[in-house]
Nanobody, 124 residues
């Protein structure tokens, strides 16, 4: 199983970035793929997920309305479009595969595989 994230960089507050995750080694169309981020001194935060089986998407409140996750099953790629970036979005972003659980409006991605991250810095 391999997951490779790319697309990070330095951006001003309010700016945009598009992260990509290329996946190989498992049945992409039957797994949930998500993004988590890790900032220095902070706990890991899973921010978004897409269920490739039914196409449903999920977001944590801190990114809802600003970030959009999408999937290209033919290319085994998941994209995270990030708009309205804030300094608190600064972190290393990783894509991950796992098992998705949902209950009402709550969701949880039990991660079993992830790759090296890509660094996002939001600063003026």
């Amino acid at each position: 199983v391999q997951l490779q994230a790319s697309g990070g960089g330095l951006v001003h507050p309010g700016g945009s970035l598009k992260l990509s995750c290329t996946v190989s080694g498992f049945a992409f169309d039957r797994r949930s793929i998500g993004w988590f981020r890790q900032a220095p001194g902070k706990e890991r935060e899973t921010i978004s997920c897409i269920n490739n089986f039914d196409g449903k998407t999920y977001y944590t409140d801190s990114v809802k309305g600003r970030f959009t996750i999408s999937s290209d099953v033919a290319k085994n790629t998941v994209t995270l479009e990030m708009n309205g970036l804030k300094p608190e979005d600064t972190a290393v972003y990783h894509c991950a595969a796992g098992s998705l659980s949902t209950f009402s409006t709550q969701w949880y991605l039990r991660i079993d595989s992830w790759g090296q991250g890509t660094e996002v810095t939001v600063s003026s």
